[in-house]
């Protein structure tokens, strides 16, 4: 069935420093492909998505692109700050139906 | 943000009692959901509902009960609950109408735990 496969946390970074969190699946077809993100005590919130191959999602400095021959879709910031402190979450959803499967969460850690 | 409330935001509850959450929206989206997240295993689907008395299984539905009679609530229902339930429970929305599923909006959460 569908998966998706990240990087195994807690990740500790300095300010300032590159991040990145790597994020691969396995699907039929062609999924779209989201980055969720949840900050201490809240729910998940969008961070960015790409619904075809070589899409590029981007948001608040981060940015990641869907990467069919790889199937991949690696996080990427470059220069990461205390406030992004938070789980990031890998997820697919197939065009067909609502569903998403989610990865199991990179847990950040920004250190000033 | 989307309008959407969970109540109660924590519950402790003992083994073998019936417990309900609720998940309420304010924004009219056609599609909503149930998840769990337990450390290692990210969130995974209990149910989902894609329709006012509509609703399917997800990958995780064993001992869990949903019902929808109007758009804006969707009760996840623990019949009998268990140790093994514990978990947080977040609820999502997408699909306003005419649009596509792409998006899910989530909820802030239930913490239940099931002594």
């Known amino acids: 069935g569908d998966s998706v496969t990240q990087m195994e946390g807690p990740v500790t970074l300095s300010e300032e420093a590159f991040l990145t969190i790597n994020c691969t699946y396995t699907a039929t077809g062609y999924p779209s492909l989201f980055w969720y993100v949840q900050y201490p005590g809240e729910g998940l919130q969008l961070l960015l998505k790409?619904?075809?191959?070589?899409d590029k999602g981007s948001n608040k400095g981060f940015e990641a692109t869907y990467r069919k021959e790889t199937t991949s879709f690696h996080l990427e910031k470059g220069s990461v700050q205390v406030s992004d402190s938070a789980v990031y979450f890998c997820a697919l959803k197939h065009n067909q139906g609502g569903k998403l499967i989610f990865g199991q969460g990179t847990e950040l850690s920004v250190k000033p | 943000d989307a309008g959407i409330t969970q109540s109660p935001r924590h519950k402790v509850t003992e083994t073998g009692t019936p417990v309900t959450l609720r998940c309420h929206q304010t924004?009219?989206?056609?599609?909503m959901y149930w998840y769990r997240q337990d450390p290692g295993h990210g969130l995974r689907l209990i149910h989902y509902?894609?329709?006012?008395?509509?609703?399917d299984k997800g990958e995780v539905s064993d001992g869990y009960s949903v019902s929808r009679s109007k758009t804006e609530d969707f009760l996840l229902t623990l019949e009998s609950a268990t140790s093994s339930q514990t978990s947080v429970y977040f609820c999502a929305i997408s699909a306003p109408r005419g649009a596509s599923t792409d998006t899910q909006y989530f909820g802030p959460g239930t913490r239940l735990t099931v002594l």
């Open positions: 924004e009219n989206h056609r599609y």
């Open positions: 509902s894609y329709g006012v008395k509509d609703t």
């Open positions: 790409a619904t075809k191959a070589d």
